[in-house]
Each structure stands twice: as structure tokens, then as C-alpha cells.
């Protein structure tokens, strides 16, 4: 069987992780790696393999699949690079920063004729598919959601909003995509925010409805303390209470009584707890098989659309509707 010939671009820690799974994975082969600190690329070569590239332009003359794992406000540029030069694309998440790049990236998507899958690892993290898999037996009528971080202080980037786009854009929007992935399609959100440790809103609550009649509240803060769990879902159904802890475990609670089962996944490794072994996985099958890649170019849009939306709220005080 030919190997899928990969290219990195950005070898920092997510395009590290990723590299090491595809040098693992017998259908994948490293070709090209490129970061604008060429020693990095050099020490992440001689771990994976891949020949270090001086140039964007020369790494995609090197590879079939390109994964873009540099900083988000990069990645429409590198994307767009790499669907007019005929590749497949993994980009990582964010899809892209302000709505009117992530609608310009889209377009492009749809009309390339290869694949374009958007780095949104929770899909795939066996805590997420095994809620998903209970909420499809058990239809959910609300829930209480947060993500939090500790501190945007290490490592440094994570607090300029010159390189994130916004504190919602790093993390925070794995669980925007999370609540389409859960609940389906968002009909209106509002939203409040506050700035206090960080030179941007740095607190966020916000009150989502669905076009299904389910609803949630949710609750992202840039400055709370490393306490266990740092993301956490409580799903509420008929006399049951389903609670993710990290994607580490559930706790699901059937009934009137307190009894409650656990479902761990603390014993399987990093790569497969957090998804993204899975992820890239399925990167290549689509690839291989010919099939849509299971987290589409208009995911990564969407979560883009709410996180703008959130912004938009609180700037001006009102709900936002969707179509």
C-alpha cells in the first residue's frame, strides 16, 4: 500500500503530537516538516523523520496531506496555501480567526476537490463518544457545561490576543464545538463577559438554546485556579444526571436513588484519552477510503460563527439568533 506522504507546518507542541502519531500509524509516512525556527523543525525531524523544508512553498512540493499546526492567525493563510496546491488539509483548530476569514476558508474548502478536516480533537476523545453514545438512548433536556484555564501566563502566547484571536479561541472552542457535536444545532445564545486578570474579557458566561427545545448554561474562565476538573459537562434527562469529569471519566446516575456508574478511561494512553490518535486516524481513512472527513470544514466554521456571536453579545448586550 502507498503511504499517505504527511507535511507539518509548525512543529511546536500540537504539531509534535501529531507528528508522533503519523510516524507510528504504517499508512502514513513523514516527508516535509517547516516551522519559521528552522532548529525546531531539525530537532522534530531527527524524532519522526521528514526532511526540515526552508520554505512553506518547498514542503508542499514534498507531501500529499498537509497538517497546519501553526498559530492560529496563520492558519487561513497556510490552509488556503495548501488547498491551491491540491492537498488534503488538517487544520488545526481554530478553522479560522473573525467570521469573514473562516467564510472566505469555507468557500475554498468546498471546492477543492481533496479532503479538509478541522482539528477538533474532543470529538474523539472516548470520554465525549461514550456521552454521546448514552445521549442517543436517553434524549437530554439541559445541561451545565464549563472549560476553564488556570492562567494564560505559560506559555506566554496564550495570553496575546494578537496571537489567539481571543481567549475563546483557544481552548474554549473545543467545547463550542462540543455543544453541536452533543446537543445539534444552536438557535440563539446570550452572553456576559468580564475583564479582570488579562488585557481581554477573560470571563464568560452564556445561556444557549437549540432549535431542538434543549438548553444549557456555560461558563469559560481564563484566571480560575488548575482544580480538577478543569472542563466538566453535568447532562440532565429524565430522573438522570450524566457528569463528565476531564476526559478522564463519567459518572452516570440513573434513576431516583444515588447509585451511579463510572465509566474511566484513565488507563488508556494520553494520545487516545485526549482523541488525538483517533483523530488523525480518521484523517487518514477519509483520505484512504475516499470518504468525508468526520470533522467537516463547516464545523470548524460554525465554532467560529459562536464564538464571534459570544463576542458580539457582550459587546452589545443583546441575543444573538441564528437561521
Excluded at 431516583?256 to 488507563?267: E, L, R
Amino acid at each position: 500500500m502507498e503511504k499517505v506522504r504527511i507535511g507539518i507546518v509548525g512543529t511546536g507542541y500540537i504539531g509534535n503530537v501529531h507528528g508522533n502519531i503519523y510516524a507510528r500509524d504504517p499508512r502514513a509516512k513523514i516527508t516535509a516538516l517547516y516551522d519559521i525556527i528552522p532548529e525546531r523543525a531539525a530537532a522534530t525531524a531527527k524524532r519522526i523523520g521528514g526532511r526540515v523544508c526552508s520554505s512553506r512553498e518547498h514542503l508542499l512540493d514534498s507531501c500529499d496531506a498537509v497538517l497546519v499546526c501553526a498559530p492560529n492567525r496563520t492558519h487561513i493563510e497556510i490552509a488556503t496555501a495548501a488547498i491551491d496546491a491540491g492537498k488534503h488539509v488538517f487544520c488545526e483548530k481554530p478553522f479560522a480567526l473573525g467570521i469573514e476569514d473562516a467564510a472566505l476558508l469555507l468557500e475554498r474548502a468546498n471546492k477543492s476537490e481533496k479532503l479538509f478536516q478541522v482539528g477538533h480533537s474532543r470529538r474523539f476523545a472516548p470520554v465525549y463518544t461514550k456521552l454521546r453514545s448514552l445521549l442517543m438512548e436517553d434524549a437530554p433536556h439541559s445541561a451545565h457545561i464549563k472549560m476553564n484555564r488556570g492562567e494564560l501566563l505559560n506559555p506566554a502566547w496564550t495570553g496575546d490576543v494578537n496571537v489567539t484571536g481571543g481567549f475563546l479561541y483557544e481552548t474554549t472552542i473545543h467545547f463550542l464545538d462540543m455543544l453541536r457535536f452533543q446537543f445539534g444545532e444552536i438557535s440563539e445564545l446570550i452572553a456576559y463577559g468580564s475583564q479582570h486578570e488579562y488585557p481581554e474579557i477573560d470571563e464568560f458566561s452564556v445561556i444557549f438554546k437549540f432549535k431542538n427545545g434543549f438548553h444549557c448554561t456555560f461558563a469559560s474562565s481564563a484566571d480560575a485556579s488548575w482544580l480538577f476538573p478543569f472542563e466538566r459537562m453535568e447532562v440532565f434527562c429524565h430522573h438522570r444526571t450524566i457528569v463528565t469529569e476531564e476526559m478522564v471519566r463519567i459518572l452516570d446516575c440513573r434513576g431516583i436513588g444515588a447509585d451511579f456508574v463510572t465509566h474511566s478511561f484513565h488507563n488508556v494512553s494520553d494520545d487516545i484519552q485526549r482523541g488525538f490518535e483517533l483523530e488523525d486516524s480518521a484523517f487518514l481513512d477519509a483520505i484512504l477510503n475516499g470518504t468525508e472527513p468526520m470533522v467537516t470544514a463547516f464545523d470548524g466554521f460554525k465554532a467560529v460563527e459562536l464564538v464571534e456571536s459570544i463576542y458580539e453579545s457582550i459587546r452589545t448586550g443583546q441575543p444573538v439568533r441564528f437561521d
